[in-house]
Structure formats: structure tokens, C-alpha cells
């Protein structure tokens, strides 16, 4: 089992910048591909970005040039580092890990809000 704790919410204006975090309750070694996911009120959760046990990585196209993400694995951690923020990028965001064993963890979420 593996917990997944986020943080780095909160309020910022547009253009503005956050960095959120997700960290493993255990050695992330043993996990392939983390993610970063989003779902704004009245809608469907989407993948926001993505990366490999070998730090490949992938961007919605919505994110490209504005999100990072990178993962920690001495640290258990995996960041999503956000500029150049937009109103529509308001939502929770969850971070997700899918093991070796092949089973899939969520976090619990945080919210991310995006003023005008």
C-alpha cells in the first residue's frame, strides 16, 4: 500500500506561479509512471502531466510550456512546478501512482484556485 499526500494548494493570480507536491509513504522505486490530474468543478478528471520510472515525460497540450512536472526518488516525491497560471487552470489536483505490482494510488487531492 501506498499513500500519496499533496500539498502546495492554494490562491494566486493569473500569471502567477505555484509548485505542488506529492509525497510517497514509501520508496517510489517500486512505482512506474506518476502523474498529476485535475478536475474542475462540473467536470471530468484529466490528465495534466506525466512521468516515467526513467523520467520521460508528458503535458496535456493545455499545460505545454507552462507545467513541469519531476520526480524525487530519494525524496519519495514527485512535483508539478506551475507558471503562467490561467483561470481555467483552476481545480483540484491529485496526484496518481501506478506500482510494479500493478495497482493504482490516488492522493487525496488539492485545490488549486486561480484568481482573474
Known amino acids: 500500500q501506498v499513500q500519496l499526500v499533496e500539498s502546495g494548494g492554494g490562491l494566486v493570480q493569473a500569471g502567477g506561479s505555484l509548485r505542488l507536491s506529492c509525497a510517497a509513504s514509501r520508496s517510489i522505486y517500486r512505482i512506474n509512471d506518476m502523474a498529476w490530474y485535475r478536475q474542475a468543478p462540473g467536470k471530468q478528471r484529466e490528465l495534466v502531466a506525466g512521468?516515467?520510472?526513467?523520467?520521460?515525460?508528458n503535458y496535456a497540450d493545455s499545460v505545454k510550456g507552462r507545467f513541469t512536472i519531476s520526480r524525487d526518488n530519494a525524496k519519495n516525491t514527485v512535483y508539478l512546478q506551475m507558471t503562467s497560471l490561467k483561470p481555467e487552470d483552476t481545480a483540484v489536483y491529485y496526484c496518481?501512482?501506478?506500482?510494479?505490482?500493478?495497482?493504482?494510488?490516488w492522493g487525496q487531492g488539492t485545490q488549486v484556485t486561480v484568481s482573474s
Open positions: 512521468i516515467t520510472r526513467g523520467s520521460n515525460t
Open positions: 496518481n501512482a501506478n506500482a510494479v505490482s500493478g495497482n493504482t494510488y
